[in-house]
């Protein structure tokens, strides 16, 4: 158990910042307020569940869980301004079951994306998982389902820059005896390209 007088002592003795930082989480303290990822973090970091995954699997792991209580707080409030938009009062998001589950996050610093395969880490064995994606590897999601597990990959697609339209304009018409005609709006001498000599080649 965690002594939670005495982790937030520490926490404010090591610095000062990490208290300005609380948000909301599903830990409590004298005054009822809840508080967030920072102290969270600082509160399990040295626990044995927590050291059993890489830094940035369980950093994701405690960032889920405080989106899920943001997302509960949120829903609390709007559900006692506007109860008929809810079949009933919402839940609090629940503990696992001692054998249960969770989601797991890699990061593009966890794995590394190689061509067409994507390599996992040390404690994968280093798999490698084939995929055809054509962007930059943002994180690799692992989520149970009742046999099965399902594995999706989030990456970033680089937004190519769309030219403005500048109203000027040039045709090329392809032909036969005419190789190609090249007209255009903007003034310029249209040009003819005699295709007899390509042709007579052939």
């Not at 998001?93 to 395969?117: A, D, H, S, W």
């Not at 005699?194 to 042709?199: P, R, T």
Request: with cysteine.
């Amino acid at each position: 158990e965690v002594n939670f007088q005495k982790a937030k002592q520490r926490a404010i003795e090591q610095g000062k910042e990490l208290n300005k930082k609380l948000k909301l989480i599903n830990y409590f303290n004298e005054n009822n307020k809840y508080l967030g990822y920072d102290f969270l973090e600082y509160l399990v970091k040295d626990g044995i569940d927590y050291k059993s995954l890489m830094a940035q699997v369980s950093q994701q792991t405690l960032k889920l869980l405080d989106k899920n209580w943001i997302s509960f707080f949120e829903s609390i409030k709007d559900w006692s301004k506007h109860k008929e938009k809810y079949n009933g009062r919402p839940k609090l998001p629940n503990y696992k079951k001692k054998n249960g589950k969770n989601i797991l996050v890699f990061t593009n610093q966890n794995c590394k994306q190689k061509e067409r395969y994507i390599q996992f880490p040390q404690c994968f064995n280093k798999y490698e998982l084939k995929t055809n994606i054509n962007g930059k590897l943002q994180q690799v999601r692992i989520l149970p389902r009742n046999k099965h597990y399902v594995i999706e990959v989030i990456y970033k697609i680089e937004k190519k820059e769309k030219l403005n339209d500048n109203g000027k304009y040039i045709s090329i018409d392809v032909g036969l005896d005419n190789f190609a005609t090249v007209v255009n709006n903007i003034g310029l001498k249209p040009i003819i390209i005699n295709g007899k000599g390509l042709k007579s080649i052939n």
